[in-house]
């Protein structure tokens, strides 16, 4: 199955193409930080409009990098939901055109699937069943997944996501947008224990092994230490090697204590957030005692792209399902809203 696959759900136009025998062919991502940078923050009038300049060049550009013509397509993925209504609705009519035009089917992709099946482009890939924690923008959730499609939660955020715990805490240090890589870097020439913040949900871990998250109370600790101060260099280096500390520390614990619950031996990390590497170095540290594996996409992989959504609607195919009726003129609908554990 060759697919080609459309991501606009936010603010990165991606393009891959994806042939299941032969894996990723080509793929191509046209990032809008430096659009968004002035407002601090994605504008979500101008992500659409950037979509639609950008999607069907980088289209063009990744059928000529994969070689590969568009008639040999069987199908156009494109992200559905959840993310920016205008954003989803430029992929979704250009794939929907796409497909009609050639005669293919254009199959509609839970973002979060992408992300979390997003470590299976790797050569060494995991199989299921896994335990996925998904860490993005807009999304922190700990799922039991038992095969495509099979998704079971196990705790996700009450409150803030921990990529948007990253951005908020960010803009109070003055970074700029997008401020999870940016305070990661600054916390590189910090000292994580100069300050301590509180680590939430930790100490429900214990008493009912609550494997949900809530990042807001992280936020406000930081709110309040920062009016007691003022700013220098190495101050907000250390406020921000603390933060991430214990962002990171709450994500490991219930990482942990997912594998403990379900008793499963591979852990799959997806999400922006994934890039993270102090996330990744103690997650490393914990699976070697411990003894369980852990897989991550690699770092292009983990924040927004087409290639995610071109494996997910190719590994969809693969299972027969949700083939929409191939050629036929029909609408379709976008869904900014949507829960994974519907699917
Ligand atoms: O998955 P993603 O690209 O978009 C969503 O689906 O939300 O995740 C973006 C999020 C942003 O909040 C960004 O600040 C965060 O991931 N992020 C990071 C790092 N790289 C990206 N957070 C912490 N450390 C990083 N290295
Ligand atoms: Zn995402």
């Not at 101008?46 to 013509?69: I, K, M």
């Not at 009450?158 to 990661?184: H, N, Q, R, V, W």
């Not at 900014?336 to 699917?343: E, F, G, Q, V």
Request: neutral net charge; proline residues 4%.
């Amino acid at each position: 199955m060759l697919v080609l696959g459309i991501e606009t759900s936010c603010d990165e136009t991606g393009v891959a193409v994806y042939d299941s025998d032969r894996g990723l062919l080509a793929h191509a991502l046209h990032s809008q930080v430096a659009l968004h940078d002035p407002y601090g923050g994605v504008v979500p009038e101008l992500a659409s409009r950037d979509h639609v300049r950008r999607l069907l060049p980088l289209a063009r550009q990744v059928l000529r990098g994969a070689g590969v013509q568009e008639s040999d397509l069987d199908a156009i993925a494109f992200t559905q939901g959840p993310g920016l209504a205008g954003a989803l609705l430029v992929g979704a009519a250009v794939a929907n055109g796409l497909a009609f035009g050639l005669g293919i089917a254009a199959i509609g992709v839970h973002h979060l699937e992408g992300h979390l099946l997003s470590p299976l482009l790797e050569k060494n890939a995991p199989v299921f069943p896994f335990v996925a924690l998904l860490v993005s923008g807009g999304h922190t959730q700990l799922m039991r997944v038992s095969g495509v499609g099979d998704y079971r939660m196990l705790g996700e955020t009450l409150d803030d996501a921990a990529g948007e715990a990253f951005d908020k805490t960010a803009k109070l240090l003055g970074l700029s947008y997008p401020g999870g890589p940016a305070l990661a870097k600054l916390a590189q020439r910090g000292k994580p224990d100069r300050f301590e913040f509180p680590r939430p949900m930790l100490e429900q871990l214990g008493k009912h092994g609550d494997l949900n998250f809530s990042f807001s109370g992280l936020k406000t600790a930081v709110v309040t230490l920062l009016r007691q101060r003022t700013l220098d260099e190495q101050t907000r280096a250390d406020v921000a090697a603390a933060f991430q500390e214990a962002v990171v520390d709450v994500l490991v614990a219930k990482s942990l204590a997912a594998m403990r619950r379900t008793g499963l031996e591979r852990l799959v990390v997806a999400g922006g957030v994934g890039a993270n590497l102090r996330l990744r170095a103690l997650l490393d540290a914990r699976a070697a005692r411990d003894g369980f594996s852990v897989y991550y996409p690699a770092m292009e992989f983990c924040t927004d792209n087409g290639a995610m959504i071109a494996l997910a609607g190719a590994l969809r195919l693969d299972r027969g399902s949700r083939i929409e009726d191939l050629g036929k003129p029909r609408g379709f609908t976008v869904r900014p809203r949507w829960d994974l554990a519907t699917l």
